[in-house]
């Protein structure tokens, strides 16, 4: 039992091989620049540099591979919505070509800098949850990778 007026411990997360790992938790968290984990951790030290471990919990989150996913889910993003505002645009109000690349540019610019890091952060708690590239029991190996075969013999 606590004693009143003491500041209370964190709680540390005890993590088992048999711990559930909801996956829309855990991309939320990672979203929301938290540890997938325990959702109370930095997941981010720089821009988009993962820290090592998580402050609270412990959990290791550098060994993540998120690679060229999160520019192609934020080119995806950003393309819908500067082609459906673009498109908006012009029904409601013609412009030249320069107004329309003086209001989509800069948009287009601040809204991939501004999803990237949520976006990455969703695939690292994806890969989490899904105990990918080191987030799970064993190490990745060759044979964990499709076979690339040669169609040219």
């Known amino acids: ?4 007026g003491s500041t209370p411990q964190p709680v540390r997360f005890e993590q088992t091989r048999d711990a559930q790992r909801p996956v829309g938790r855990s991309i939320r968290r990672g979203f929301l620049n938290t540890c997938p984990a325990c959702g109370s951790g930095r997941l981010f030290g720089r821009f988009l540099k993962a820290v090592h471990a998580c402050e609270a919990c ?28 673009f498109m908006a645009t012009e029904m409601i109000l013609p412009l030249s070509n320069w107004g329309h690349l003086a209001i989509w540019a800069p948009v287009t610019i601040l809204g991939s800098i501004g999803l990237m890091q ?22 990745d190996s060759p044979e964990d990778v499709l076979p690339v075969t040669d169609h040219t013999a």
Not at 58 to 74: K, S
Not at 122 to 129: E, F, M, R, T, Y
Request: zero cysteines; aromatic letters at 8%; charged letters at 15%.
């Open 118 to 139: 949520p976006v990455k952060g969703s695939v690292i708690g994806l890969q989490w949850a899904l105990r990918m590239h080191g987030f799970g029991s064993h190490e």
């Open 1 to 4: 039992m606590q004693a009143t």
């Open 58 to 85: 412990g959990e290791q989150l550098d060994q993540h591979r998120a690679d060229d996913f999160p520019p192609y889910i934020v080119v995806t993003i950003m393309g819908h919505v500067v082609l459906a505002g």
